[in-house]
């Protein structure tokens, strides 16, 4: 895993109106019922039929929406009093303040009131440069396309002058893209152009950007997605061929390696089904696919968000963002985890039509529909079973047939529903009802055959003095569409908390993992946890690229991290953890032999390993090992003990060497060296090792600065 502490998903702000709201209406709620429901669907019809219920999740939300709506609109004068209260920040050399306020104007400002950039508006860094162009492009109040070229090649000036070659390069490439887009003069544009590819070609030249790349990996300076080492697999499309499916009762399903794989090596590849960036990087990073926005493109109807080009803007726009446009401003002050952001989304991209044809395929639960292509391919897959079956993964793989990384493979994710109690139902059902009341109150609702208040609802009445009775005419009308709605919302809410990952980018500031927001990756949710995780992941906007860390040897299960390494942490720690947020108890092999923690691992006691079987030979302190040979107990053959440890000895050399260079920015040249430590490590020794996870460590770091790029901060 890419980061030992991650961030709970699940976490729930203190204040949260939705825990507010639960805690106000679980005396309306019969748990008897509610503990008798047979599925996610019976859960939202019956507190759907709940009106008292309904009528607070509604006035809430409604409550909510007009304090935005009132308070959050786009205004021109607050858009200029944030300029103006940046230009004294940045003349007081407050840059990180000046920074905020003026992203704060530009998000702000109508988008119909301006296209020319003041003169003034310019952030001259002091120091850098002769020229007068050192201006990061968020000092701009409002960016309209024909001049966003200009904007990037200043940030990128800015850039050169603070000694960053590989940021002013992105900058330089944007401003080059966005040229095209220019309605400027052909000569101009030709030479404007000829400039850009002179600061490119200068700018990759530069030796003091501790960002620097001397390796001329175009993978590190572009965050291009790799391709995979070794194909794709047959059954896994978007992992190696060097990965397999299995199944087993105790373990459910996993990742196995079905041959050897080397460290470095690239083993799965794939782009989020589903992912949503955190509110605090709403201004920061690309709504859409997570860039950096030095130049922010504003929504044109919100404040909230903004984006690293019109392209993401409109694209955002037509797949979700006009419907959560007007209620993204309710969930930021509602305190809700990112997983709720990823609930909805998941509904507002999939759309209204495929939602209820959603609802047909998880709750056919008689005879198979051979008229639904779905029920066909799921059929397929697994081999036989029912479509309910299926879809709670209690029928077994069929060893033949891919893996979809579908809406099939998505309801198939554990929910674990059977395992939960009154309050957590009750919850997550709040939850789903307070997020179908706010997709009531966007245009998605009436998008599908079905309308609020047609002969297709239900008007149910749960009591019988009727005082928490829904009907018509006084809290709304329940029709198919709302539960189905409601109905994945739940579900979903679910499965995101077993099977969403963080998505995380690279400060380069502070040098370290940030995470960025949430995803939903559907292969990578098969992969298993160990304290001592086989690979490292990370993130190019929303496409997750998994590399291993270390020796994979065929038939070995492939794992990741959930959050607790046995480096940092004891068993106890570990075990407390996974628990509580995972629901199971580790049984990895570092909780089964209880490995000690880095600050507790013996320095001069190694365990040796076969060179032919990998079995365990024995260790450095035993009094065996003194000869020059050692027989493994398992093949019988000898292993040279006394060479394996010489090599041991100069890797220590090389890794030291390798440091320097990590020190100096050369994170790619350092790769290749502690690459090449890791395989040695893996064909002499058995882990723990201290040296061999500092290496590990220093792996993984590497391997991020190939990810995503944050900017939180800007050096004076």
Known sequence: MANAHQPSLEALNPTSVVRDLCNSLIGYCDADKLAQAQDDRDRITLLLGNGAIVKQVQDCVRNQLNNEINRYEKSKTKALSFKEAGNGAFGKGKYVEALDLYTKSIAWMPSDETKAIPNDSKLKFPGTLETSEQSPCPAVIFVHCEL??????????????????????????????????????????????????????????SKTDHSYISGDTKEAEENIIPELGSGASRMLRAASSKLTLRSTEKEGRFICANQDIQPGEVILVQQAYVSCLSPEFYHKQCYLCFTPTLVPIPCRHCIWVSFCSEKCL??????????????????????VSITCYMALRLVFQTGLEQV?????LLYKTGEKDESSKDNKEVNKKTGGGTTAQVLGGSTELNPNEQYRADHISLFQLVTHSSRRGFEDIFHRTIMALYVLQLVKETEFMSTGPQRRGEAAGT???????????????????????????????LRSLQFLQFNAHEVAGWDTEQSKSIFLGGGLFLTLALFNHSCNPAIVRYFVNDT??????????????????????????????????????????????????????????????????????HSFLGKSNEEASMGLLLECRKCSRPTNILKSLKDLQASEGKYNKALELLEKGREQTALGILLQNISLFDSILLPPFRDYHLCQEAVRKCFLTLGNKTHTQISS
């Open 148 to 205: 966003q070229h200009k904007l990037h090649e200043r940030s990128g000036r800015a850039f050169i002058g603070e000694g960053k070659g590989t940021e002013a390069m992105q900058q330089f490439r944007q401003a080059l893209t966005a040229l095209q887009n220019a309605s400027i003069d052909e000569n101009k544009a030709a030479k404007t152009k000829k400039t850009l590819e002179d600061l490119i070609k200068s700018s990759s030249r």
């Open 314 to 335: 409109n694209r955002s726009w037509n797949l979700y963002h006009k419907h959560e446009c007007k209620i993204l401003g309710v969930l930021a002050s509602a305190g």
């Open 356 to 360: 209820n044809k959603w609802m047909e």
């Open 459 to 489: 008007n149910l009445k749960e009591n019988n003095d009727g005082k928490n009775s829904r009907e018509d005419g006084k809290v709304g009308y329940m029709n198919e569409d709302e539960v189905a709605v409601g109905t994945i919302l």
């Open 544 to 613: 997750v690229v998994v590399r291993a860390v270390r020796t994979i040897y065929r038939g070995e299960q492939v794992t990741e991290n959930y959050g607790p390494l046995f480096t940092g942490s004891t068993r106890k720690e570990r075990r407390t953890t996974l628990e509580n947020q995972y629901w199971f108890e580790c049984q990895c092999i570092c909780c089964r032999e209880d490995w000690p923690t880095f600050e507790n691992m013996e320095l001069d006691s190694f365990r040796f390993r076969c060179s032919f079987c």
